[in-house]
C-alpha cells in the first residue's frame, strides 16, 4: 500500500517538461462572459453579482513535446459563492483538452462553493493524442469573487522506471487479492457465491474512470426513473460522489454476508478486521486504474458495508440455529 501511495506522488512518478505562469498579459487570454476583473499583485479575482451567465477567463496553452500530464499549481479563496442549481454550478479552475477528434475533455483541479480557501495541487493526465490545451478559471452561473493568485503549471513526463513499477504492484497486489481469497476458501462453504462476491469487488475496483462514469450515469437514472415510477421516492445523492456511495457500501455487506455464511468457524470481529483491511487496500490499489483514485469516506463506506453485512448475516443464522 505504501509503494502504491508514494508512486503516485508527482514529485516520484514524473519529471518537470516546462512551467508556465499565466497572467493577465498573456496574448492567449480570452474572457468569457464579460467578467468583473480585478488585478492582484500575483494573481487575479473574478465577480459576479448575479447567476445569468458564466463568467471568467481561459488561456490557450501550447502544447509540450512528450507531456503525459499537467500540474496545476495556486492559491484559491472564494468569498460568498453560490452553489447554484447543480453541483458543478460553482466556482472552478479546471483544464480542457480537445483531443484528435475536436472531442473536448474537461478535469476539474479544483472546484467549491461557499466562503473558503486553500492550496491546488492537481496532476492532470492528458488524454490520448490531445490537439488543444486550455486553462480555465470560471464562476458556473453563481455569485460571488474568485480568487486566484500564485498560479503555475507544469508539463510533466512519466519517468522511464515508473511503467515496470506499475505492472509489479499490479503483479503484487493480485498475488495479495489471491492469496487472501484463498485463506477465506479453507474449509469454506459454498465457495461460489463467496467467489463472486469477491470478483465484483475487485472489477469495480479496476474499472477505468471514463467506464465508471459512464456506467454511473446510465445506472443512476434507472434507479431514479425506476424509483419514482414504482415507489414515489426519489434516492438522496451525496454531494459531488452520487451513486458511489451506495456501490461501496453494499457491495462490502454483499461480500461480508457471503463470507460470514462462508465461514462460521471465524469470529466476527475477524471477518470485519479482513474486511476492513481489504477495504483499505482497495482504496490504495485505485491510484493504479486510470481515471480513478482513493479516499477514506470510501474507506469508512467499505467499513460500514462489512460490518453490517457480517453482524446482520451472523445474527440471522443464530437465530435460524
Request: no cysteine; aromatic share 8%.
Amino acid at each position: 500500500m505504501a509503494a502504491t501511495l508514494l508512486l503516485n506522488l508527482p514529485e516520484v512518478r514524473y519529471s518537470t517538461l516546462a512551467s508556465v505562469m499565466p497572467t493577465l498579459a498573456d496574448e492567449g487570454l480570452r474572457r468569457l462572459g464579460e467578467p468583473v476583473l480585478t488585478p492582484l499583485p500575483d494573481g487575479f479575482a473574478l465577480s459576479a453579482a448575479d447567476i445569468d451567465k458564466t463568467r471568467g477567463l481561459a488561456w490557450a496553452l501550447p502544447m509540450a513535446d512528450g507531456a503525459l500530464a499537467v500540474r496545476v499549481q495556486a492559491e484559491v479563496a472564494l468569498d460568498a459563492v453560490g452553489e447554484g442549481e447543480k453541483p458543478w454550478h460553482r466556482a472552478m479552475l479546471s483544464v480542457r483538452m480537445v483531443d484528435a477528434l475536436g472531442k473536448g475533455h474537461e478535469r476539474a483541479a479544483f472546484i467549491g462553493a461557499g466562503t473558503q480557501a486553500g492550496a491546488v495541487d492537481s496532476v492532470i493526465l492528458l488524454v490520448p493524442e490531445t490537439s488543444e490545451l486550455q486553462l480555465m478559471a470560471r464562476l458556473l452561473r453563481v455569485p460571488g469573487t474568485f480568487s486566484v493568485s500564485e498560479l503555475r503549471l507544469s508539463w510533466l513526463v512519466e519517468r522511464a522506471w515508473v511503467s515496470p513499477a506499475l505492472l509489479a504492484l499490479w503483479v503484487l497486489w493480485l498475488v495479495a487479492f489471491g492469496a487472501l481469497l484463498a485463506h477465506w476458501l479453507h474449509a469454506a462453504r459454498y465457495r461460489a457465491g463467496l467467489v463472486l462476491a469477491f470478483a465484483l469487488v475487485l472489477a469495480a475496483v479496476a474499472m477505468p474512470g471514463e467506464w465508471r462514469n459512464v456506467l454511473q450515469q446510465q445506472v443512476t437514472a434507472f434507479v431514479h426513473q425506476w424509483l419514482a415510477d414504482w415507489l414515489g421516492w426519489s434516492m438522496p445523492v451525496s454531494e459531488g460522489r452520487g451513486l458511489s456511495d451506495y456501490v461501496h457500501f453494499l457491495m462490502f455487506a454483499l461480500l461480508g454476508a457471503a463470507l460470514a455464511v462462508a465461514r462460521r468457524d471465524l469470529a466476527a470481529w475477524r471477518l470485519i478486521g479482513g474486511l476492513i483491511l481489504l477495504g483499505a487496500a482497495t482504496e490504495a490499489m485505485q491510484f493504479l486504474v486510470p481515471g480513478r483514485e482513493g479516499g477514506w469516506l470510501d474507506v469508512g463506506l467499505d467499513a460500514g458495508g462489512a460490518m453490517l453485512g457480517v453482524l446482520v448475516t451472523r445474527l440471522g443464522l443464530m437465530r435460524m440455529a
